[in-house]
Nanobody, 121 residues
Framework: QVQLVESGGGLVQAGGSLRLSCAASGRTFSTYAWFRQAPGKEREFVAAISSTGGSTYYADSMKGRFTISRDNVKNTVYLQMNSLKPEDTVVYYC????????????????WGQGTQVTVSS
């Protein structure tokens, strides 16, 4: 059974940092990604990473503050978020698929349950 379990969300002050984790079980995927979604809005791509971790892909608006990485021994993907802003207050989702990097949510086969990040001003 494939599972993606996110953790690391929480409450942080503006300007602070958080690191989200996504632990995968059941199989190893070629590509992992992070998306985020605000209530009533479409899921927004944040970043994706390849199987070796050698290739990454970021949404333009996320470059510079967010860093995606992975530990293949632990089968875990991370999202380091720095200089957080109140507008980063949304639910963050981990996703996984075979094949190459993509920023399209519908191309991802598996999803975690999401973790809430709240940034106070």
């Amino acid at each position: 059974q494939v599972q993606l379990v996110e953790s690391g969300g929480g409450l942080v002050q503006a300007g602070g940092s958080l690191r989200l984790s996504c632990a995968a079980s059941g199989r190893t995927f070629s590509t992992y990604a992070w998306f985020r979604q605000a209530p009533g809005k479409e899921r927004e791509f944040v970043a994706a990473i390849s199987s070796t971790g050698g290739s990454t892909y970021y949404a333009d608006s996320m470059k510079g503050r967010f860093t995606i990485s992975r530990d293949n021994v632990k089968n875990t993907v991370y999202l380091q978020m720095n200089s957080l802003k109140p507008e980063d207050t949304v639910v963050y989702y981990c996703a996984a698929k075979g094949g190459g990097l993509s920023g399209i949510a519908s191309s991802y086969e598996y999803w975690g349950q999401g973790t809430q990040v709240t940034v106070s001003s």
